[in-house]
């Protein structure tokens, strides 16, 4: 474990009151460490301004990922004191234990360097889910008009606000004890496009996430729910898609008897 103090260095005068304790990982893959750094309290200081203090002042080969800072993009997600969160929007006065934080990469996910993760597995599951989108019509075809009112589009319209930050994902511990499994995020996307009227083949959505490692995989914790930073419900999400399933299977059972 390594330390650096920025006192000597920082232009603005810092006590040792003001003085935040910051552990980051670093490390490539599966190896890694962490490394304290001594970074200068600040007032309405979020976490990517620390991560972004340590890159700039102390060590400019710390990776990580970020993009918009205003909670748009989603990229600056990482596990913060063992909590998966948007560090652009997490204030560390809020987090911070006896003056204390602890930065890691996203859980469940592999890491390239330090603190990025590498986000191919969760877009994988993302389109093994059924995530793409497969219009009904064509382009030369009239638009089809779908009142906001419609039950079915006021269901996918609780799920449309999700940007794949993988927060849910990280947050997930079926994620972390079956690494097959689809994902909180993955099954929120198939949820909306099954109710979604223009989307051409919707019981192939249902299909996908009907198969192993699928939506009946999900324990039903809530983990999902409870950090998703745009305040969606991911467990309600899949929870439609077990009954949707369970029903669909009911049916074609029924035909196939008949």
């Known amino acids: 474990m390594y330390f650096h103090n920025p006192l000597k260095n920082d232009r603005c005068a810092v006590s040792e009151e003001d003085i935040l304790e910051v552990s ?37 080969s710390l990776s990580y ?70 219009p009904s019509r064509s382009r030369a075809e009239p638009i089809a008009e779908v009142s906001p009112e419609d039950p079915g589009r006021v269901e996918a319209n609780k799920g449309i606000e999700c940007i794949n ?20 995020a993955a099954l929120q996307r198939a949820w909306t496009l099954y109710n979604d009227s223009k989307v051409e083949d919707r019981q192939a959505v249902l299909d996908a996430v009907s198969q192993n490692n699928g939506c009946h995989n999900c324990h039903t914790q809530g983990s999902c729910t409870q950090y998703c930073p745009n305040e969606l419900d991911p467990l309600s999400a ?3 898609l077990k009954r949707a399933s369970a029903q669909s299977f009911l049916f074609n059972s029924k035909e196939d008897r008949q």
């Not at 893959?29 to 991560?51: I, N």
Request: charged content about 20%; aromatic content about 8%; overall charge negative.
């Open 238 to 240: 899949i929870a439609g």
């Open 65 to 134: 990922r970020y993009a918009c800072r205003v909670g748009m993009c989603g990229s600056c997600a990482m596990m913060v004191n063992g909590e998966p969160r948007w560090t652009c929007r997490t204030h560390v006065k809020k987090v911070t234990r006896d003056g204390a934080l602890q930065i890691g990469p996203l859980r469940n996910l592999p890491t390239i360097k330090d603190l990025a993760a590498d986000m191919d597995p969760f877009f994988d599951k993302w389109i093994a889910a059924g995530g793409v989108h497969t």
């Open 165 to 184: 930050c993988s927060v849910c994902y990280a947050a997930c511990d079926t994620v972390a004890n079956t690494p097959d499994y689809l994902g909180p």
């Open 24 to 60: 980051v990982w670093r490390g490539t893959g599966d190896t890694g460490e962490y490394e304290t750094f001594q970074v200068p309290a600040r007032e309405s200081q979020t976490v990517l301004d620390v991560v972004t203090w340590i890159q700039q002042q102390i060590d400019p």
